[in-house]
């Protein structure tokens, strides 16, 4: 089984900065691709950004480009996720996910969740 737990989460004001990590651990962890998801009230889960595990080639939505980052750190089976200029509709809940495709079409883990809010 594979843990992945999500830190960084918060509240934040409209133009602010927060940055979102993913620590995976359990069994032998050997991920096609890691990367984030998220979720806003009312609103279906969507993918935000991915990264594969070997190679660090990135995937990010339309929407978040230039504005949210995904790296890795695969030393401490660590992802992370960058998020600048952070706009009321960027709140949601944010999980962190690992998958054997790319760019994550399916999702084998998920996290637990951790909440941004942004406040205007």
């Known amino acids: 089984q594979v843990q992945l737990v999500e830190s960084g989460g918060g509240l934040v004001q409209a133009g602010g900065s927060l940055r979102l990590s993913c620590v995976a651990s359990g069994r032998t962890f050997s991920p096609y691709a890691m990367g984030w998801f998220r979720q806003a009230p009312g609103k279906e889960r969507e993918r935000v950004a991915a990264?594969?595990?070997?190679?660090?080639?990135?995937y990010h939505a339309d929407a978040v480009k230039g504005r949210l980052t995904i790296s890795r750190d695969n030393a401490k089976n660590t992802v992370y996720l960058q998020m600048n200029s952070l706009k009321p509709e960027n709140m949601a809940v944010y999980f962190c996910?690992?998958?054997?495709?790319?760019?994550?079409?399916?999702?084998?883990?998920w996290g637990q969740g951790t909440q941004v809010t942004v406040s205007s």
């Open positions: 996910a690992a998958s054997l495709t790319w760019p994550m079409y399916t999702v084998n883990y």
């Open positions: 990264i594969r595990w070997i190679g660090g080639s990135t």
